[in-house]
């Protein structure tokens, strides 16, 4: 197999990934509920992938990064967690159906949405979140880069924005955390929500929340936390306050030994090889008569090429290269309406190739020449 589905999850984890899963499963308990080894051994885990993901992101307290099962997870907890009724927030055209369904019930509910236009090209113009800006106006969310198009936002510049006007800046880190550096204090980010299986390279089912100063987020979940029993409500302080029932420690274990593997390789070698391997596709695939490749491939981006041959549905060019060759795509709409939209893609969708630092040249040309004989 050929796999090319890396903005979907990493399958390829490093070993040492596995082996603390493996690890975990055979000796830890369950964190906060005793003071046995096993339970300390989870609570010590559990501790030190909190402290290890502060530095990771630039987060000012460790106590303040939060575990989910996922970024969808993370993004519901936030936006439920600080919008309500009379609140307005500003979103993008890029982003996905996890930030823009909570957005779409909150509006149902008395929340005002604005969205940042992407243009055909899928780029947003950040000079136009001025026009966007309104009294209320709580809330500014973005993802960091297209899981469609790659296209990058500069979070830099619209953190800078948020700060300026006293707005909380809320961003999805999904297709970049692991690949890009993320410095939530240089950046001016609040809340920072990410994924732990895709680039971060640990096992699905983690994921997690880094919360700055500023940002007050109500509780989507209650129930257990090993602390404070007594109390009617959920306990004020993070990390318990977002963090109901048990935490996936075993899971936890892998994203700590997954993180600590990125910080010994360094992302910045693991970047540029990525996006080598994207440039070399993209620009092989754009000669080939009746493909459309979408996005900017003029500045810096992420390691995703999205594309159509003629009118052929994506899903059938999708198959065809899995028939063919064993190559693995994802087809179709890929959980983002909105930029398709932008796009004008509503109807064939794309098919998206994504890379990983364990792809290789050999497997791009090789995916380049079963795309020149089926689009023949």
Sequence with gaps: MIYFDQAATTIQKPACVTEAVTKAMCRMGNSGRGVHGSALDASREIYDARERI???????????????????????????????????????????NSVLRPLYHLEQNGTQVSYLRADRQGNVHLDELELLLQPNTKVIVCTHASNLTGNLIDIAA??????????????????????????????????????GHKALLGPQGTGGICIGAQADIRPLK???????????????????????????????????????????MGIEKRRKKELA????????????????????????????????????????????????????????????????????TVEQGAVRFSFGYENTEEEVDEALAVLRRLCR
């Design 222 to 264: 209650m129930g257990g936390t090993g602390v404070q029993t007594y109390l009617h409500t959920q306990p004020a302080e993070y990390p318990v306050r977002l963090e109901a029932g048990t935490l996936n420690g075993h899971g936890i274990a892998g994203l700590n030994a997954a993180v600590r593997y990125l910080e010994q």
């Design 158 to 195: 619209v953190g800078a924005f948020a700060a300026a006007h006293h707005v909380l800046f809320v961003v999805d880190a999904s297709q970049t955390a692991g690949i890009f550096p993320i410095d939530m204090r240089q950046m001016h980010i609040d809340v920072l929500c990410f994924t």
């Design 54 to 96: 502060a530095r990771f992101f630039g987060c000012a307290k460790s106590s303040h990064v939060v575990f989910t099962a996922n970024a969808t997870e993370s993004l519901n907890t936030v936006l439920f967690g600080l919008l309500g009724a009379g609140d307005h927030v500003i979103a993008t055209d890029l982003e996905h």
């Design 277 to 344: 391997l994207m440039r070399r596709f993209y620009e092989g695939v754009r000669m080939i008569p009746g493909i459309r490749v979408y996005g900017d491939f003029s500045r810096e981006r992420a390691p995703i090429v999205a594309l159509n041959w003629a009118d052929v549905p994506s899903s059938e060019l999708s198959d065809a290269l899995w028939e063919e060759a064993e190559i693995a795509t994802r087809p179709g709409a890929h959980c983002a309406p909105r930029m398709h939209q932008a796009l004008g």
